[in-house]
């Protein structure tokens, strides 16, 4: 099953590797992974998104919270949480393939951050099935890339990962 | 004052009490060995090969209660030692491995002797670090020490650039250690304690399985009281041996792949089982789907959470530091005032004795004109009084030494459990030897294993190290000689030992004593005369039965009650 995991670490050289190597060593799989600093700057937040059996999950919760550097683990998938995640897709179209592109869009909540003679490039934030639901919408051949952050996830409410 | 950070490096091992370090001198280090020359209270043991420094501060460790330390140079310095890093990772021994690095402005430049230490220890080690700043070293080490020494303990590297163990500045040793991302813990949760008694008071079949974790912990004394409130049969694994005496009749035995019959049979069938410090590993239990065939009620205490319901699932799992937690349970059984079901538990003596009875403990068929390894391991137990420290290599006559020598005490049996790692007995054996001046030391090997490390021979002589060296030589790697007899058709591909050094001139060479043995009735006096010499290490080449086997056998893949006796084959 898929499990959207946050973790809490020290923002230090290294950390990341550590993370990383685990899923790699112990045979994990790993969907995505965001990460980037907190509002405290000595800490980073971390955004894993992986899948396997209540057993691993519950092996990959324990491991993590044995690294060192790692202050706090939840795994927001055993509660109410929200996710998003942002992609940005270069499309080539023109005329009223453009037309078309911008009423999909429209209803997906994206936008245009930038538009050349041939081809468009927009921004899109929503949960990861949504994108990919945008995706196959607008169809591959229109596609020239697509760049996606990979989930980022917080509990609803009172569900709260601080120090 | 303003020190360089070579020397607040050896101030920092002063205020650990450091005794011994064991290391090679290189390039990156020259600082640090300049400080340590100058200087007397930290001594070290130059070892020939970085792999042995770091198996002989694991001995120093594992035979003493104190975190081991090692110091080697940058690049084939580091990844030398890597061996015995991973060899003290598997088995959660403290230690602190200090290493040189290339200095800051050449990291990253392919520099000479440049390798990513830790990068290239990360995942075999509990924690690393590079320190980049003079100023970080002290707080540094400080946390070095505590990480391997606190909750599962574990090595941690500092990989220390030149030109920072060159830079001065202020030396101030922090007087404690906060890591607010690392709690290790203390005392188990009470509602589980409860939960454990009620069930251990209840159990029809029980059995106590006792790990390593139990000797590191320092938590032998309460297993034994435990044991003995109960009157429930007890095995201890490979790494957990003296944590239980071995001569008590509530002993069972090792479990496992060689364990003992009754050891294996009590752990499928009983119907609650104990484990303290253990991992249910797949030497210990075999097939995990053959283990969890059979019914029973688990309980786990382990100080790493981690290692509770990894392979196995639980009933009550307890996480804590093993002598607290012991110490809670065995309050608990006694506010209790009550006794486990004598009628149940006779009858699961019964049980239990006949296995024993069937399987007749260990045995083995003594000849008078070979030499069998067992009764070399039978001798040295009766001749050192079972009193000995023993470290081994890894193979057969690890089995042998772990099945025959019945360790009353823990801390006496030093071996690679986890990672198995050939080389290990020799260097091993001189950091014991070390902690232990005036004890007892046998390191027991094979013709194999000790010509992984042998160079140490050197060191011993150096350091004036008395260790008996007691190798079994069968003229064949015999874990793989015996393995590719059993499953691989007799084809013994690459497992025989040609071109053999002769060992007695070998260990005169390097200004030991030397003894060959090949017949079974000059053990005895061989034995006797080696240990009798107490300033000298004796090298003793025991000529051994090439075909003899490790039995019982639990084959790989098969499930516990799926062991081999020996008169099966």
Same mark, same amino acid.
């Given at each position: ?163 | ?183 290790? =813990?203390?005392? @188990? ?6 939960? $454990? *008694?009620?069930? +251990?008071? #209840?159990?029809? &079949?029980?059995? =106590?399985?006792? @790990? ?6 320092? $938590? *032998?004394?309460? +297993?034994? #009281?435990?044991? &003995? ?341």
């Amino acid at each position: 099953m898929r499990h959207i995991i946050s973790l809490l670490m020290e923002n230090e050289a290294g950390a990341l590797s550590r993370v990383a190597g685990l899923f790699s060593a112990r045979g994990y799989n790993i969907e995505s992974l965001a990460v980037a600093p907190t509002e405290d700057p000595t800490l980073s937040r971390m955004t894993i998104v992986t899948s396997g059996s209540d057993a691993v999950i519950e092996q990959i919760n324990k491991q993590l919270n044995k690294l060192i550097d790692v202050a706090a683990v939840m795994d927001l998938s055993e509660g109410e949480h929200l996710e998003r995640e942002l992609m940005l897709v270069k499309v080539r179209a023109q005329g009223a393939a453009r037309e078309e592109l911008k009423r999909k869009m429209a209803v997906a909540n994206g936008r245009f951050i930038d538009e050349s003679e041939n081809t468009c490039t927009i921004e899109l934030t929503d949960t990861c099935a949504k994108l990919d639901g945008f995706l196959q919408a607008i169809g591959r051949e229109l596609i020239l890339e697509t760049v996606r952050t990979g989930a980022s996830g917080i509990g609803r409410g009172e569900r709260i990962l601080k120090l | 004052m303003e020190l360089t950070g070579a020397e607040i490096v050896i101030r920092c091992l002063q205020e650990e009490r450091v005794e011994y370090v064991f290391g090679y001198p290189g390039g990156a280090v020259l600082f640090i060995y300049d400080a340590l020359f100058q200087q007397e209270k930290v001594k070290h043991i130059l070892v020939r090969h970085e792999q042995a420094a770091v198996h002989a501060a694991d001995g120093y460790a594992r035979s003493s209660d104190k975190v081991g330390v090692a110091l080697v140079t940058s690049g084939p310095g580091i990844t030398n030692a890597v061996t015995g890093i991973a060899t003290a990772y598997m088995d959660s021994i403290p230690m602190v491995i200090i290493s040189g690095q290339v200095p800051t402005y050449a990291i990253g430049e392919d520099a000479f002797q440049e390798v990513d230490a830790v990068g290239i220890t990360r995942p075999c080690v509990k924690h690393n670090f590079l320190v980049k700043d003079a100023k970080d070293i002290a707080a540094t080490i400080k946390k070095a020490f505590y990480l391997a020494k606190s909750g599962r303990p574990g090595p941690v590297l500092v990989d220390i650039p030149k030109d920072i163990s060159n830079h001065k500045t202020e030396f101030v040793y922090p007087g404690s250690v906060n890591i607010r991302s690392y709690n290790p =813990v203390g005392r @188990g949760d009470s509602a589980q304690i409860r939960r $454990a *008694a009620q069930m +251990l008071l #209840e159990a029809k &079949r029980p059995m =106590v399985y006792a @790990g390593g974790g139990v000797v590191l912990g320092g $938590a *032998a004394a309460q +297993l034994t #009281e435990l044991v &003995r409130t109960l009157g429930f049969p007890c095995t201890n694994t490979l790494m957990g041996l003296g944590g239980y005496p071995a001569t008590d009749k509530q002993f069972v035995g090792m479990p496992g792949m060689h364990g003992t019959y009754e050891a294996c049979m009590a752990m499928q069938y009983c119907d609650v089982l104990i484990a303290i410090g253990a991992r249910f590993d797949d030497r210990v239990i075999g097939n995990v789907e053959h283990f969890a065939q059979v019914p029973r009620k688990i309980i786990h205490i382990d100080i790493d959470p981690s290692s509770i319901a990894k392979r196995v699932k639980v009933d009550v799992p307890v996480v804590g530091d093993l002598k607290l937690v012991l110490e809670q349970l065995l309050e608990e059984l006694r506010n209790s005032r009550q006794k486990p079901n004598p009628s149940d538990l006779a009858a699961w003596w019964k049980q239990v004795d006949e296995w024993r009875a069937k399987g007749g403990g260990l045995r083995y068929k003594n000849s008078t004109e070979i030499i069998k390894p067992q009764y070399v391991i039978e001798k040295l137990y009766e001749i050192t009084g079972g009193d000995a420290f023993v470290t081994s290599d890894v193979g057969q006559h690890q089995m042998w030494a772990a099945q025959y020598y019945k360790f009353n005490k823990p801390r006496r049996w030093i071996n690679s459990g986890g990672l198995g790692t050939m080389g290990f007995g020799l260097p091993a054996a001189m950091g014991v030897q070390l902690i232990n001046p005036g004890a007892t030391v046998a390191c027991v090997t094979g013709e194999g294993s000790i010509q992984m490390n042998i160079q140490e021979l050197s060191t011993c002589k150096q350091f004036h190290l008395p260790i008996k060296v007691l190798s079994l030589n069968n003229r064949y790697l015999g874990m793989v000689r015996q393995w590719q007899e059993f499953f691989h058709g007799n084809r013994y591909s690459e497992s025989y030992m040609d071109a053999l050094p002769d060992f007695v001139k070998l260990a005169e060479a390097y200004g030991h004593i030397g003894i060959r043995i090949d017949k079974p009735s000059d053990v005895e006096p061989a034995l006797k005369e080696a240990f009798a010499r107490k300033n000298d290490l004796v090298f003793m080449d025991f000529q051994t039965d090439p075909t003899e086997n490790v039995f019982p056998m639990v084959p790989g893949g098969k499930g516990l009650s799926e062991v081999i006796l020996a008169e099966e084959l």
